[in-house]
């Protein structure tokens, strides 16, 4: 009986504290259908929800042990980037993925100082060795869950960019390849040119050089000798046919002279651009090349009439050039500061600006049109060739201006404005001081 009385105690008390606790704290039977359940259940379908979209996303999601490097979780467009299904990726380890010179590394990802790491790289499938590799843009960021470190990598397929990527490249080379091609081409038609300006000046120039000579020779026996003889007893038409005779062999000589200029000019032309020519560099002093140019052609300011007016410098810094080539360029600005100007002045200035030389050569006459501003140095291109009205010239002076200068590490431009007129100035290196 006692037996009885003791374990009726034992068994009776403990369901029933058991009970009072579970309605003390709300977990009774009753409350977990009607209350808890129905929440777990909405949690769970919101997470399915979730997860469900995650499958569908573009992109793939990768968590990875960041301890072990292992793949726990995957999601997204995995299976279809690495060929495999979710069951399979998980537990395989994120170095097998990787390109080999990437993934002996991989362990370095997730221990890196930076939370956020991207990456162009490459990935394998680890169950099919033969399928190709897909490249992707990687993002890797490491988080903490439950005192355990994870990284998340999101990784985007851009197999069709770097096809884009791949057929630029290759267009890219194309067009290169071309423009090399067509390069060469013009490199060949231009020493072709060069060869055959060059053949066909020397060419005139034996001819030329006799008709001038006879032309000279005509006459002088005309003017001495012959009309003399015969002007006593000329009527005055005989007069009218001398004097027409004379003036075709004042034009003769006159445009024998044009043209030897234009031979020279071209074949000059010829070997700077075929880089044939040696210039004579030797140090020298500015105003001495300037006041060469200037006493050089004090005929032809005297013949129109044109004032020069000179802003030289004093003690100008030394250049190295080749004198006579630099009066060459002279010259030839002083001489189309002339022929576009048909009143006013022409100055010329020289001063020592930033390291360089800057002489200057202006004048007031026809201007130049800003589109002409380049072409006027290329070859057979007049600096009045934009003008209506503009002097009959070679076109070449400019473009041998250029190529001097250049030569001598100088630069030319100009400067002008329509009616106002233009100033031409060109640069040379200054000699350093030992």
């Not at 919101?46 to 569908?56: C, K, P, T, V």
């Not at 038609?189 to 060069?194: D, E, G, L």
């Not at 130049?368 to 070679?394: K, W």
Request: with cysteine; hydrophobic share 40%.
């Amino acid at each position: 009986m006692t037996s009885s009385k003791f374990s009726g105690r034992a068994a009776d008390p403990e369901p029933e504290r058991a009970e009072e606790r579970e309605k003390l704290i709300g977990l009774g039977r009753r409350s977990i259908s009607k209350s808890y359940y129905p929440e777990l259940r909405s949690r769970l379908d919101e997470l399915e929800h979730f997860r469900a979209l995650l499958d569908r996303v573009n992109d793939a999601i990768l968590v990875v042990d960041a301890d072990t490097g292992i793949i726990l979780d995957v999601s997204g467009s995995a299976d279809s980037l690495l060929g495999c299904d979710s069951d399979r990726l998980r537990g395989v380890r994120f170095s097998d993925i990787l390109p080999l010179h990437i993934g002996r590394f991989a362990n370095n990802l997730f221990h890196n100082n930076t939370r956020m790491l991207c990456l162009e790289t490459e990935f394998f499938s680890p169950v099919d060795p033969d399928r190709p590799p897909v490249p992707v843009d990687l993002t890797l960021s490491l988080v903490s869950f439950r005192d355990k470190r994870q990284a998340i990598i999101v990784a985007r397929d851009i197999s069709e960019r770097k096809q884009n990527e791949r057929a630029l490249k290759r267009s890219h080379d194309q067009l290169e390849n071309r423009v090399r091609e067509r390069t060469r081409e013009l490199d060949r038609a231009n020493r072709a040119k060069s060869e055959f300006l060059s053949t066909v000046s020397h060419e005139l120039r034996t001819p030329l050089t006799a008709v001038l000579g006879f032309a000279k020779i005509t006459g002088k026996k005309l003017g001495n000798s012959i009309f003399p003889a015969i002007e006593a007893f000329a009527d005055q038409d005989l007069k009218n046919e001398m004097a027409m005779v004379r003036k075709n062999l004042e034009i003769i000589a006159s445009e024998g002279r044009r043209l030897t200029l234009l031979i020279n000019d071209v074949l000059d032309l010829a070997k700077m651009e075929a880089q044939r020519v040696e210039y004579a560099m030797a140090p020298i002093h500015p105003e001495e090349f300037i006041n060469r140019t200037v006493e050089a052609t004090s005929s032809l300011f005297d013949a129109s009439g044109l004032p020069l007016r000179l802003d030289i410098e004093p003690e100008l810094p030394m250049v190295e050039g080749d004198a006579g080539r630099l009066m060459q360029v002279m010259v030839n600005l002083f001489s189309n500061a002339v022929k576009f100007t048909s009143n006013g002045s022409v100055s010329c200035a020289a001063c020592a600006v930033d390291g360089s030389l800057r002489i200057s050569v202006a004048d007031t006459g026809v201007g130049i049109h800003p589109e002409c501003f380049e072409s006027i140095f290329e070859e057979f291109t007049q600096a009045g060739q934009c003008q209506s009205d503009r002097p009959a010239g070679t076109g070449l002076g400019l473009a041998i201006c250029k190529h001097i200068v250049e030569g001598h590490g100088g630069r030319i431009w100009v400067e002008s404005r329509v009616g106002t007129g233009s100033t031409f100035i060109f640069t040379l290196p200054v000699l350093k001081k030992v």
